[in-house]
């Protein structure tokens, strides 16, 4: 076996607790149970086990009563030890999902599965559209105060459903931008310049459509709030605004005609793709 990593004592980075009360407490028990089941097979005591793999003893036991989510590397190393061929390893992308709220798992499921995707956002930066640091920023200002570990957790969450971008074929993302939320120096001016920079390089994709909605216009779809709608292969879609439906996701066709046909509006008021790209050079100029 390679190098032992640096010895973990329990003290692990935020985000790999489980919630009890979340569905997937019990294929991370599942996981646990098998891990133990191996290193006993193997003839392993915990501090024989914990030694071997570089963790402290306290973070063994925890893993393997189900309330911590084993890491990638803690999973690769005692598939090698215990001579899993791989079948150990193979958990990994359950427990990476693990870490995310069920919250947002369900809606990165269905930005995995849709095709098209209209997303109107009016008081922050869309979270598909943030940066890292913009994102972390926006989690650490909220009140009461998360703690750490949530905010890890979150920034984990929203990170992942931003994988939407790789995906191929790729989906048609239409976005539209209040204005203040792109003047806001949400963790000061060079954080703003970078997500500003970012959101001119997302906005150049040849499947993303991105657009401005300015502070001087007078007539606006939007003021009943966010709206997102998701459109799916076999021509069915979700819905959902803050404005509308008590913020429900709905499905039912009028339902969904009347958030597509505020959706629509709002695109028709705001800027055009190529202005708003011009819209953000031109913040790019002031900061």
Request: aromatic letters at 6%; a negative charge.
């Amino acid at each position: 076996m390679g190098a032992v990593a640096e010895r973990n004592d329990g003290v692990d980075e935020p985000g790999w607790d489980v919630d009890p009360e979340d569905e997937i407490s019990g294929a991370v028990e599942m996981v646990g149970q098998h891990l133990k089941l191996r290193r006993e097979a193997a003839g392993l005591r915990v501090a024989e086990f914990a030694d071997a793999v570089g963790y402290g003893e306290d973070m063994v036991r925890k893993i393997e009563r189900g309330v911590r989510i084993p890491r990638p590397e803690y999973l690769d190393m005692a598939d090698e030890l215990l001579q899993a061929g791989g079948l150990v390893s193979a958990m990994k992308e359950k427990m990476k999902e693990a870490r995310y709220p069920k919250k947002a798992r369900d809606l990165a499921k269905l930005e995995g599965r849709a095709v098209e995707i209209g997303l109107y956002s009016n008081h922050n930066i869309h979270g598909l559209l943030q940066t890292e640091e913009h994102m972390r920023a926006l989690f650490e200002m909220r009140q009461p105060s998360y703690s750490q570990d949530q905010v890890e957790r979150d920034v984990g969450a929203r990170l992942a459903r931003q994988a939407i971008f790789e995906r191929s074929p790729a989906p048609a993302l239409s976005f539209v931008q209040e204005e203040a939320t792109l003047r806001r120096t949400i963790g000061g001016r060079m954080m703003l310049r970078r997500q500003l920079e970012h959101l001119a390089a997302v906005a150049q994709l040849r499947n993303v459509t991105f657009q401005v909605m300015p502070l001087d216009c007078e007539n606006h779809a939007g003021m009943g709030g966010l709206i997102e709608v998701l459109k799916f292969r076999d021509g069915t879609a979700v819905g959902r605004s803050e404005g509308a439906f008590n913020s429900r996701p709905v499905s039912d066709p009028k339902q969904l005609r009347i958030l597509e046909l505020r959706y629509g509006m709002i695109r028709a008021q705001a800027l055009t793709p190529r202005e708003s790209l011009a819209f953000i050079e031109e913040l790019l100029g002031e900061t």
